[in-house]
């Protein structure tokens, strides 16, 4: 797991991926950031978070993209699937390679925070509750993704596709809205990623939500580990 | 060290492998050989755990690979048909990779050396893989197989795609690994697998059609022993002379040629030798041998009669 992990991070900073993942990431946030707190003339970076949806749902593909796809098409999952490390170990090592990366990126809004403390006050409580709820919410899309990338050879289709999921995701919201069986909507309002999100933005730390972003990424990774034994075994 | 037994693997209807049964002993160099397709990848796939069996088992030193895939993986180095190298490291961060993957638990730097020096890319270790030549990334496909000194080696097809002096090399190398190490190696040119190998195993369409020491192989298979003659004289009486000597199963008369001699082709049993009685019975009617000519069925047209024979006509459908 931990050569996995180590791997991961070193393809990602020894390409062009980490610094390009990184600026876009710092650039909008920092675009959010100039916008709603220096203009608006606000310390509440809630609103900043908020935006921060969208980009994560573009950013989190591309860093998973290659995961298991370029794997496959290289065929190196050979190695790594003929050597003593369980499937499992290799799935968590991807993961948690991706998400120490996204972790950097997150990682400017205690920056942001900072340089909000010159000025006023930030609300400590709120910007920690958020920067959380943006880990778990990056955690559980990157298991998603990592998911789709083990199920293509190719890492174009696997970012389209994680994007388009991450738009559905986005978008869901409004599909509620417009669904009038009253048990579809119900569904999917418990399913709705933003409902559990916004509580972190507003500085409400709740079990609920925890639980919710952690157990759509174990699930989803628990998924990946399924999706390769059964290529081994069909 | 290796014991395969009764393997099959189907994808939907096809049957890529079919009931394959065999084992290799320790230090043994065990060939595989057959035509594109017969299911040589697929078998070694199945061996090294990458994908399962339909059915069948395969125990590696005692440890079932599905059972024990951990300790099973651990004796196993394998070199598959396309080297799995990360093109875009560089050697030595490669094989550093492959060691803490493998979990070998030797000193790291000396033990990276050492597998470096032994496949000649010692002064390669800074270079990206990416920009090595083919023959160099076979080397680093080969070392990292090497990392932990495994027990079993399985090399699929290591030598295709490489320049002669390249070719040597490997099969040196392979040689030279089969002191310490049970090997399997595959391949589809027969030379190759002769001129290395101390057991060959013939497999056609998934099934094993031939499975014998290398010097053996040939006395095997073919029962026939042929002769190739060319005599002086008139055809009717040397045929009719040829036939009366014991031992003797057919004789075919292939040409004429000029000056008045033919070309014959005797088939005889595969325990006597009948070159003696030949020579005195054309002494005998007084038509000189001008030529004589003793040849076994050579391996490659005994191995394509029994890829037709037994397998039917070969094709590409799996690999």
């Known amino acids: ?234 | 060290m290796v014991e395969v037994q009764s393997l099959t693997k189907r994808y939907g209807n096809i049957t890529a492998v079919d009931d394959i049964s065999f084992s290799v002993e320790p230090g043994e160099i065990l060939g595989f050989l057959g035509p594109n397709g017969a299911g040589k990848s697929t078998t070694m796939n199945i061996i090294t755990g990458y994908i399962s069996s339909t059915s069948g088992t395969v125990t590696i030193d005692g440890f079932d690979i599905l059972d024990n895939p951990k300790q099973a993986k651990m004796k196993i180095g394998y070199l598959p048909e396309i080297p799995p190298l990360y093109i875009d490291m560089t050697v030595r961060r490669y094989l550093e990779f492959m060691f803490d993957l493998k979990r070998v638990k030797l000193p790291k730097k000396e033990h990276i050396d050492e597998v470096m020096r032994l496949v000649h890319v010692g002064d390669k270790g800074d270079r990206i893989i990416k920009n090595l030549s083919k023959g160099y990334k076979q080397r680093v496909g080969f070392a990292q197989a090497l990392l932990g000194n495994p027990p079993v080696l399985i090399l699929d097809e290591p030598t295709v795609g490489l320049d002669p002096k390249q070719i040597i090399e490997i099969r040196n190398l392979i040689r030279s690994l089969g002191k310490k190490h049970t090997v399997i190696f595959s391949s589809h040119v027969l030379s190759e697998v002769s001129e290395i190998c101390d057991r060959i195993i013939v497999i056609s369409k998934g099934k094993i059609v031939a499975d014998a020491k290398t010097d053996e192989l040939s006395a095997v298979i073919s029962n026939n022993l042929k002769l190739s003659l060319i005599i002086e004289g008139s055809s009717p009486a040397v045929i009719a002379e040829l036939k009366k000597i014991p031992g003797v199963k057919g004789v075919k008369k292939l040409r004429d040629l000029n000056g008045g001699a033919a070309k014959y082709t005797v088939d005889y049993q595969k325990d006597s030798d009948i070159r003696r009685d030949v020579f005195s019975a054309m002494v005998r009617i007084d038509c000189p041998i001008l030529e004589m000519q003793s040849g076994n069925e050579t391996l490659e047209e005994m191995f394509l009669r029994l890829t037709k024979e037994k397998g039917g006509k070969t094709d590409d459908s799996n690999s």
């Open chain 1, 1 to 234: 797991m931990t050569a996995i992990l180590k791997r991961e991070l070193s393809s990602y900073f020894q390409s062009a991926t980490a610094y390009v993942v990184m600026g876009v990431y710092f650039f909008f946030s920092g675009m959010f950031f100039y916008l709603y707190c220096f203009r608006g003339n606000s310390a509440n970076l809630s609103y900043v978070y908020a935006n921060m949806f969208y980009i994560i749902m573009f950013i989190i593909p591309i860093i998973t993209m290659k995961t298991f796809s370029e794997e496959k098409r290289q065929k190196t999952d050979q190695a790594l699937f003929t050597s003593p490390t369980s499937i499992t170990g290799i799935v968590i090592g991807k993961f948690l390679g991706s998400f120490v990366l996204y972790t950097i990126c997150c990682s400017i809004f205690l920056l942001y925070a900072v340089v909000i403390s010159f000025f006023a006050q930030p609300q400590w409580s709120v910007v920690l509750c958020t920067f959380l709820g943006l880990l778990l919410l990056g955690g559980a899309f990157i298991a998603i993704n990592v998911f789709i990338s083990a199920l293509t050879e190719s890492m174009i289709v696997a970012a389209v596709s994680g994007m388009a999921v991450g738009l559905l995701i986005d978008m869901m919201t409004y599909f509620i809205s417009m669904i009038s069986i009253s048990w579809i909507s119900d569904l999917l309002e418990k399913i709705n990623f933003i409902n559990y999100y916004q509580n972190f933005t507003y500085g409400v730390l709740s079990i609920t939500d925890v639980v919710f972003f952690l157990s759509v990424a174990a699930l989803f990774l628990f998924f990946t580990v399924r999706i390769l034994e059964k290529r081994r075994w069909s």
